[in-house]
């Protein structure tokens, strides 16, 4: 009986698992040539200052939208770029493309690229940062590369010399989601981050006054601004949110309160108006 079971249970899974691994063949598959159909874009997502709301900086975000699968989410083709390493061509595209757009920004405007891993363990990654700064012109303080704990799991000497070198060329390195990995005090005493970006999670529990997310929330900050590193809060998207992350001293404040990834048009508009916030309400 129970090996009927059994065999039963394997017949009922193997098609799905079978059919989430041809999806993913799939997907794979059309990766591979989105680069040379032109099927990237980037969006780019303000950054501001909490105090005086101006701009401070974009993060890039990528777009896919393939022809076999339409829309398809960061979320489900960025790990699979990593997988493949197709993560480093297409990372070198995203740095080129964001350092060209921030040359029409105001030069106090940084723009903030997100870097896997794999793209860090990649010999030429330096290589290529330097590349995409001098063929577009851009001063390296302008840019802030984005991280996340995950770097140090792996090879974190080698990401860590990598990055090192990119700030000694004055480029900006923010800790990105913090707080959702391996967090460990160990990485921020190993590394002078400009940047900790609060995970939207704790965001919006301090907001709700849960007492976990509010304890956390303070205490990075504190910690951040202990060790001279600059904090921005992700995932505001209410006023609440708003004033509570600014009670609890955030530096930057991210989210769609202020601003959705928009295109890059969108992006360079919000220079042509001086008051931001009115600009979102009209
Ligand atoms: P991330 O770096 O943490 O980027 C922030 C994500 O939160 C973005 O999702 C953004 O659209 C979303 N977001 C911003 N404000 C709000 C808000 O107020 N509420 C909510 N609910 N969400 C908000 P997106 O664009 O889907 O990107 C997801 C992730 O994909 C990014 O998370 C990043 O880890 C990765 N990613 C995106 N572009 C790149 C890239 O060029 N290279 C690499 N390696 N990873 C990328
Ligand atoms: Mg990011
Ligand atoms: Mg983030
Ligand atoms: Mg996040």
Redesign the pocket.
Same mark, same amino acid.
């Given at each position: 009986r129970a090996k009927d079971e059994g065999g039963g249970r394997h017949c009922l899974y193997e098609p799905s698992l079978h059919a989430h691994a041809e999806e993913r063949r799939k997907l794979e598959f059309s990766l591979r040539h989105a680069l040379e159909r032109n099927e990237f874009s *980037?969006?780019f997502?303000p950054v501001v200052d909490a105090t005086t709301e101006e701009v401070q900086s974009f993060?890039? *975000? *990528?777009r896919w939208n393939s022809v076999e699968h339409g829309f398809v @989410?960061?979320?489900k083709f #960025?790990p699979l770029a990593?997988d493949t390493r197709l #993560?480093v061509p #297409?990372?070198e595209w &995203?740095l080129r493309m964001a350092c060209l757009e921030a040359m029409n920004w105001p030069e106090h405007v940084k723009i903030a &690229?997100? &870097? @896997?891993g794999e793209?860090l363990l990649d010999p030429y990654f330096a290589e290529t940062v330097v590349g995409a700064l001098t063929s577009s012109g851009l001063s390296p303080h302008r840019l802030e590369i984005?991280v996340?704990e995950s770097i140090f799991v792996r090879d974190g000497t080698t990401a860590q010399l990598t990055l090192e070198n990119l700030m000694g060329i004055g480029c900006g390195v923010a800790l990105?989601?913090f707080g959702t990995g391996y967090s460990s005090l160990g990485y921020l005493r190993k590394m002078r981050f400009s940047t900790i970006?609060v995970d %939207?999670s704790f965001v919006q529990g301090a907001a709700k006054d849960n007492p976990e997310s509010l304890a956390i929330v303070r205490a990075v900050v504190a910690m951040a601004d202990a060790l001279e590193m600059s904090t921005t809060a992700?995932?505001?998207?209410t006023e609440d949110e708003l004033a509570c992350i600014r009670r609890l001293g955030c530096k930057k404040i991210?989210?769609?309160?202020f601003g %959705?990834?928009m295109n890059s048009i969108d992006a360079l508009a919000l220079f042509g108006k001086t008051a931001f916030r009115e600009r979102q309400s009209a």
């Open positions: *980037l969006m997502q993060e890039a *975000l *990528l @989410s960061p979320v #960025i990593e #993560i #297409i990372g &995203v &690229v997100n &870097v @896997s793209q984005e996340t990105d989601d970006k %939207r992700e995932g505001v998207e991210q989210g769609y309160f %959705r990834p």
